[in-house]
């Protein structure tokens, strides 16, 4: 609970504006890499060949992108879990995967040392990584940064950024929890907006952006995920061990525009997700320990939008259409054979959807009317405002997108060392 | 929770806790108590949500909340102090049954189920009450930080 309250924005949860999906979004410093089940995978064509059509920009491209994987990848400690500490859930996904010809592959995950040896569980790793092995950026990045001379101001939340002419200046409020802060003005050559897809949308949008930047806040997607469960009569211990160990590598699923992983997730989240309440909810709560669980990520195709309310309020706008909808059916049929094949007593849709892939609402591309960042990871009409992280991203891949905004952080950072020369 | 909370810019921060102690009124934790009931009224060796003793937990939750949210789940817990408990069960099962309701209205349901959820179910099933919750549905989980420290010790020698 103090780990959900803590690390991310709105105690926990923010809602969309018809509360369809719960968006997961933390603010902790290393964002996603602090929380996220560090699973690294490059983009595939389907994906890239999207993202240049929708940009115009050359470079995302695999063979373009290769080398900046390939330094992302060296950046950090990539495993898959060792087959004799895959617990229950995964053999009941990869049971259910053979059983329905269904075609899977092992997670790459970014961990040095998880020490299954010594009992450890995953699960415990979404507050963070106690044991150092997850390969976050406050294992793997900001000590090298610190290293080059880089100064960390942490609680701090920037509401303002303006430029003017020769340097941007950046306002904001420094204080710790328990405190309202105090305001604070940073000055710079160039700033980098690092603060995801709602962070910096926001934050342009609050400082007057969107006016000549009507992409702005646009294209914000999410991959909704959705948890569903199949209840067996033995005992699975799905929070043992390594949380998470298959994916689904399924061209089937890729066309139809969905991926399944073997995932889980402690009590009071598992109780968000059961439908239901009172002596109904309890009993199945009951059945924790032998629960099974394959979540369904739908590749969303219906764009969302980040914008400010009449009081200056985020407002996240995010519609499942009729397709979104269809891919999560598709997935959970899926769920579905592969729960039954092997041997579930029941199946329950999880009926809460969450959304913790934020992408997009500065998207990358080289018309201003339709992108917010040109090719040159710099904001259009600006010459040192730059963003280089998932809000760049003009479409969803449908794949985890971690390792490809590291290999895009590297591009870009050759892009602005560039211009600053 | 917020489809409206955050603060604009200037504003006080948002998600991070007021100056001020946040907690409840005497009328507020009765609220809680009495909602809880409904949601979580035990089951065999699962304790009730007053039973388990979780409700103090919120003192710890209540001040990451956007204002706006917390200002609205306030206002709940106030009107489940006053209501008659089939009120709240009614409030319950419509916000449990938000998907039934034609849009916008489903969209509000949605949010109020989101919203009771995420205080009752988050309290009672992260077991920081007496009720040993986690024990009984066999939730174990652990990472072994002693046994790093010594090896990091170990490697340090």
Redesign the interface.
Known sequence: ??S???LY????????????L?ILRP?VVGGGSIVNQALMDRFDDVALDDFRSASGVDFLASDALAPYYERAEGNLVLQEVPEQHRNGNAAIFAGGFERNGYRYAPLRRAQADC?FD????C???LGGC???SKQSTAITALPIAEQHGLTLLD?V?V??IEERGDHVVVRG?V?P?????RRQEWSAQRVVLAGGAIGNS?LLL??GYGGRLPALGRNFFTHPQFMNFGVFDE?V?A??GPLQNYKSADPGFRRQGFKLENVFA???S???LM?????A???R??D??HFGCVEVCVRDTNPGRIR??R??????EKRMDAVDRQRRRAGADAIRNIFLSMGAREVIEG??GIGLHLMGGCAIGTDPTRSVVGPDFTLHGSSRIHAADSSIFPKAPGINPALTIAALSLKASESILEAAR | ???????????????????APVGLTPAQQRGLLRLGD??????GD?PSFSESGCAD?ID???????E??RSSLLTLLEACARLPRPAIRRI??IA?A??RFP??A???F??AN?GI??VV????????GTGG??L??????????A??EA?LKETER
């Open positions: 609970m103090d959900s309250s803590q924005w709105g105690g926990g949860v923010e809602l969309t504006t018809n509360a369809e719960a603010k020490r010594d009992g450890n569980s699960i415990e790793c106690r044991v150092d609680q939340e509401d303002q409020l204080g929890p328990g405190h309202q802060g926001r609050a400082s005992p211990h929070h043992r402690g009590p009071a598992i109780a968000m439908p239901g309440y009172g002596r909810h309890m009993r709560m009951r924790y320990d400010l309310g009081k200056g309020q985020l407002l996240i009926d809460v | 929770m917020s489809t409206d909370s955050q603060t604009p810019s200037g504003m006080p921060r948002a998600g991070l806790p007021a100056e409904v949601v979580i009224p035990g089951d699962l937990g710890r939750m209540l001040p990451y909340m956007y706006a949210d319950v099962a449990a938000a998907d849009e916008p489903a969209g509000v949605r949010l989101i959820k995420g179910q988050s309290l009672y099933w992260s077991d920081i919750v986690h009984v549905i066999g939730h174990d989980a652990t990472i072994n930080e046994a790093y090896a």
